[in-house]
């Protein structure tokens, strides 16, 4: 399958990780729109928010379990934002889900 994300995954692709453990990834967006923007994915190819199911849920639990060391580790002790774009209303542009942690300063409030 022809995923950035997956490939990243692989290391095929190189990525400035800043958190890795057996299950998910997250690693700094080559096009950061705030100061800290991370992104994080499950290693596993999901294909979006929408594709979520009982069977695949699990690790969609343990990324948000494991934001908040990701954000200390990026010194977000101020507040931050988690986005999931979805489908081609939502923006999404790399068909494999994950979530963008955005901060590093006070963001814009309109969020569509
Ligand atoms: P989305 O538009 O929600 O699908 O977000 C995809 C994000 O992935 C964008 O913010 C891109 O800048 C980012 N991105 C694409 N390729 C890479 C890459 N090789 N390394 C890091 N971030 C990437």
Redesign the pocket.
Known sequence: MDC?FCK?VKGE?P?SKVYEDDKILA?????P?APV?V?VIPKVHIPSADAITPDNSSVVAHIFETIPTIAKSCDLTNGYRI???VGEDG????KHI?F?ILGGKKLAEALG
């Open positions: 950035i990243i692709i990525s690693f700094r967006d080559i096009a729109q923007h992104i986005i999931t774009n923006c999404q542009s790399v994950h963008h």
